[in-house]
């Protein structure tokens, strides 16, 4: 889908219903606006339930103040405009009060960026604005001034964030991505003490390229691959609307024969994934015009060593991923769901999964089908698709469940004999 083409009423809309949808604020809680290129503002309306608007509902102010629609503009309309006055260049202000981020907001402190790679790459620097009465003047004229600063993402104090960019969508993934990092460090400090990325770090991965590979023409596809790009389609809007991972994050990939499979396109919005937007992959070559997911490597070299997996899943669920950013070991002797999905689970040097591929392909043996990258991502393999999603919600209710009891005593794992019975139990001993 190409939000950019859609009228900005239907552009609000959509987005209000992600943001509504997945928790991110309340029925009469958060604002959103887009600066047209003929100069007009359209905004959300005010006192309107969030969770039940329609197009019709939007309101475009016009650039001699006069407004057009069914209702009032959001009582914020002062902070947009002082916003895009100060900073011509953006043309969509989102403005949202998901708890993680009030959370930061109501201790006056900002979320660590460089946890992951990608949230400073879509956020920025952050900006913090001294706190107003919502809908005053002096609020838009705080939260514009640190816009001017050059800051595109803000935290107000006791408050929320607001977060401008060039197109609401691009909005809306600085959003999403700073909600994710902030809902991630607080289940870090739960775990224990949550680990940067050195700059070094973030600069060599901002600096890889997508995968030099030749093309090739896709000029028959068989009914088993149509089946499977419909399927891994609608596991990945599974996956993306149960939040395992963001909108243009995560990786699937499923076996077709020989050495061809399918795999996600790189920075295509999960939510509204197409089967024509899968790529295929035989051998070295790509299907024409499409940019595979940057770990296709990896993905290749695993299934050319392991004929036991036929599917892979590297996703970023924000309880998996307090382990991933701490020295946490995720321990699968929770219950004996957990240990016989799970088995053992290694934890690897950032890094690992793109300049070490072949090797870091050699570990998923059949008693270890998940992998922790450190300060990056899970990945999870199976013998199908359902297979692997199943692991990785498993993987992330174990992990939830263990953060969850660290407020009530210390974790009693399932003991060596009891792991012993169910591996002969479940045929498990390799």
Known sequence: MNMEMLHPADQLLIIMDRIY?????????????????????????????????????????????????????????????????????????????PPALVAFSIVRKMPNTSLIPNVKFLCGEIGLAKYGLPGSLDLGE??????????????????????????LFDAFKAFETLDFCARLEIDANKIGTPMSLANEQLDWYKSRQHVDMNEFVANKISSEEKNARREMCQLIKRAYNQQLFTSTQGTFSRRLDGDSFIITPCD??????????????????????????????????????????????????????????????????????????????????????????????DIFEENTPIAIVQ????????????????????????????????????????????????????????
């Open 142 to 167: 705080k939260i514009a001034a640190e816009f001017k600063k050059g800051f595109n993402t803000v935290i107000l104090e006791n408050h929320g964030v607001v977060v401008g960019s060039t197109s």
């Open 21 to 97: 949808g997945y928790v991110m604020t309340t029925t009469s809680g958060g604002n959103l606006s887009i600066l047209d290129d003929n100069g007009d503002i359209w905004i959300t309306p005010g006192s309107i339930d969030k969770g039940n608007l329609t197009r019709n509902d939007m309101v475009c102010i016009k650039p001699d103040g006069s407004i057009v629609g069914n209702h009032k503009p959001s009582s914020e309309y002062p902070f947009h405009q002082n916003i895009y006055k100060q900073r011509p260049d953006l043309k969509a202000v989102l403005h949202a009060h």
């Open 375 to 430: 300060n990056d991502c899970v990945i999870v393999t199976g013998d199908s698709l359902l297979n692997a999603f199943d692991r990785l919600e498993v993987a992330e209710y174990s992990a939830r469940a263990i953060i969850a009891s660290k407020d009530l005593g210390e974790m009693v794992a399932i003991n060596q004999q009891q792991i012993d019975e169910i591996e002969e139990a479940f045929n498990l001993k390799k």
């Open 268 to 361: 295509k919005d999960r939510k509204y994934l197409e089967p024509e937007d899968i790529v295929k992959i035989e051998g070295n070559y790509k299907e024409m015009g499409k940019i595979p997911s940057r770990s296709v490597e990896l993905h290749r070299e695993i299934y050319k060593k392991h004929p036991h997996i036929n599917s892979i899943i590297i996703a970023h669920p924000p309880c998996i991923m307090a382990f991933v950013v701490t020295d946490q070991a995720l321990d699968s002797r929770t219950i004996p769901e957990s240990y016989i999905l799970m088995r053992n689970i290694p934890k690897l040097d950032f890094g690992s999964n793109y300049l070490k591929a072949a090797q870091t392909a």
